[in-house]
């Protein structure tokens, strides 16, 4: 319990977890805040200024009384709604990006660090990946399998994976030289419990760190390859293709690009006040990368 | 010195093999048959199966990546489907912005943060340090896209100062050129400028803590004498290292900068190739981007004899 007291102490924690909070309740309760399905469009709210109020053609024939506060987009589409139910996907990228490239990091790392034969191989073919500038390698990673949500999981959290196994690696190779660790293979303890039992839970709190830090630019990726055009398509909201959509007529309507962009700074804010508080808590050895 | 360049000439080959390999194979992952891509939807089974072998599909997947390295080598880096040309002009046709784009923000961007990091350093805790700390946090928070929006917004619509997007060549003259570009320099240059800036400050603080520097200001060296020569000399290695590694963010900037300015470089060229599906055009741009990058540090390595007398290889 020490360690969550001292999490609990921390200023930049506290900013973090709170701003964070803040939005996850957000991307919940979502359909309860006075939205509209993000996806609908009425043609009679093309381009609505913001705070228009006005009644929303439902399909089925009704229709209900709705505050565009953010305007409405190109096609109609309550940008609020959009944006709000946006949170959800951001989020959903982050964490699973985060657990995504930390898993395969991990199990990659430990292997090269403590079987000395697939050491070499596999550090240089990290070497190779990580020579490829990142967005780049996550644009061609979508080229290739399509644009969803897996898939664009799976292209962000590639790029990351390198990073995540130099470390774990690295914390591999003094931990295995460890007394615990050492006992343990004295007593003919299987190999792959050792690592699951001694090492793992050893290299956890840097872990925990960089998967914070790997979350946060999973977020921004995220935004930055719908910004591009090639991320998910518009009926699945996200802060990106919202402000993609926006783009072409930036001059006349800013809010279209602004709004959402509004919701993303803060959210990659707090996720990295928060990685650069557990950092200073949990481990102040291992600097920022 | 010549087998230290050697050596790590050397060394870059298994990382760019692999960049090679990797490059190759993402886009052997394609679901789907390139043959049909381009052939279209009118193609009868004949036409396809001509298309195969053309593309020299029918062959073993090692076959086919020795014959795109060999190509690769000799400057051939395929062809477009989609714009109809060989990749290796497009990229030609396109390079000048990109290049313009780049290297004026690593220019603007080391002439910034540099100083300011120093400075910061040198009164740690003040004002200028506290701004900067500010802004190194913003600046990785802040997508670049977000920036050029605000600064078009700001610049080129409500004050009308620049144009608001495009791009005009060097040999339309450089006044035009330098117009269109500074926005999308100082767009760029906030990520970088943030990089450059944290990492000068924490290696100059570094260097001002040496017993050589107490020594300088005890035999009354000037105060700007001892950051610049004595701090600052100190702290350029990792600083140096950093602008090395910082070109990857850059390149990644690159691609989404000139999105948001209508500027036709490589990273536009990306973007339609992933739109339009042009897979060798994807290919030879990420691979040349790769090697790029690789080169860059490349030469950040060697500069280190440079920089540092103290090192010997």
Known sequence: ?289 | MLRFLAQRLLATLPVLLVVAIIVFLILRLTPGDPAAVIAGDNATGEDLVRIREQLGLTKSVLVQFGIWIGNVLQGDLGYSYYLNKPVIDLVLQRIEPTLSLAVGTITLSVLIAVPLGALAAWRMGGWLDRFLSAFSVAGFSVPVFVTGYALIWLFAIQLDIFPVQGYRRLSQGVWPWLQQLVLPWCTLATIYVALIARVTRASVSEALTEDYVRTARAKGVSETAVLLRHALANAAVPIVTVIGIGVALLIGGVVVTETVYAIPGLGSLTVDAVLNRDFPVIQGVVLLFSVSYVAVNLLVDISYLLLDPRIRY
Request: proline share 6%; charged share 10%.
């Open chain 1, 1 to 289: 319990m020490g360690t969550l007291h001292k999490l609990a102490q921390n200023t930049t924690v506290r900013l973090g977890a709170g701003v964070l909070g803040v939005l996850v309740l957000l991307a919940l309760l979502a359909p309860f805040l006075g939205t509209l399905n993000p996806a609908a469009m009425d043609s009679a709210h093309i381009n609505n200024a913001t705070g228009v109020r006005g009644s929303f053609a439902l399909t089925g024939g009704n229709s209900v009384d709705h505050t565009f506060w953010f305007g409405s987009d190109s096609f109609g589409r309550d940008i609020y709604s959009r944006v709000l139910y946006g949170t959800r996907i951001s989020l959903l990228i982050g964490l699973t990006t985060a657990l995504l490239a930390m898993g395969l990091g991990a199990f990659l790392g430990m292997v090269a660090g403590y079987f000395r034969a697939a050491d070499a191989v596999l550090m240089r073919f990290m070497d190779g990946l990580m020579a490829i500038p990142s967005i780049l390698l996550a644009i061609a990673l979508v080229a290739a399998l399509g644009a969803q949500l897996w898939t664009v999981v799976v292209a962000i959290a590639i790029p990351e994976v390198p990073r995540v196994t130099r470390l774990v690696r690295s914390l591999v190779l003094t931990l295995r030289e460890e007394p615990f660790v050492e006992a343990a293979r004295a007593l003919a303890t299987p190999t792959p419990m050792i690592l699951w039992r001694h090492i793992l839970p050893n290299a956890m709190a840097p872990m925990i760190v960089q998967g914070t830090f790997v979350a946060a630019s999973a977020v921004l990726t995220e935004a930055v390859l719908s910004f591009l055009g090639l991320g998910l398509p518009s009926d699945i909201p996200t802060w990106g293709n919202i402000m993609a959509e926006g783009r072409v007529q930036f001059s006349q309507h800013p809010g279209n690009v602004l709004f959402p962009a509004m919701f993303l700074v803060p959210t990659v804010l707090a996720i990295n006040l928060l990685g650069d508080g557990l950092r200073d808590t949990l481990d102040p050895k291992f600097a920022k990368r």
